[in-house]
């Protein structure tokens, strides 16, 4: 089983059929090109992406529908021949596609959501793009309010 040594988790190990590929990397990280889904369920309903390629890179993420329900997602010609997705319809409902908001948390302001360029995961091939949408750029920063899993007490 391969295994990378990891900053915040120390030593992932993982099979191949969990990673997740991006052919042209993430935006400003272009040899970023293999992520892990790390879920840890006192954190639910955000998961982190460790990136396999930089052991130093861990992405903080929540499900799109969860940054704002009523959000439609897009996905361009190009994302679409990235991802192999073709041109099915893009169902919230289905599970061929995932879509997560990438989070930045700060000590001294609200936690915000890049639906600017969700990143989006065809789970058929686990092929992924970071897919830039149609909106204006207050979506790069969108406040986020999401009840985290919270584990009681002994």
């Known amino acids: ?18 990673v997740i590929r991006l052919r042209s990397g993430l935006p400003g990280l272009p040899h970023s090109n ?7 369920p006192a954190i639910e ?8 390629d930089d052991p130093a890179l861990t992405l903080l993420a929540v499900p799109l529908s969860v940054a704002k329900n009523d959000f439609e997602l897009h996905l361009s010609p190009e994302d679409r021949l990235e991802i192999d997705f073709g041109c099915g319809e893009i169902n919230r409902s289905g599970t061929e596609l995932g879509a997560f908001a990438l989070v930045s948390v700060g000590d001294d302001r609200v936690p915000t959501a890049n639906l600017l360029a969700p990143l989006v995961i065809c789970f058929r091939n686990h092929l992924a793009v970071q897919a830039i949408q149609p909106v204006d750029e207050s979506y790069l920063r969108y406040p986020i309010e999401a009840t985290v899993a919270r584990e009681e007490p002994c």
């Open 1 to 18: 089983m391969p295994s990378v040594e990891t900053n915040l988790f120390g030593p992932l190990g993982f099979e191949e059929d969990q």
């Open 34 to 40: 293999r992520l892990l889904p790390v879920s840890q």
């Open 45 to 52: 309903p955000f998961l982190f992406f460790q990136s396999i």
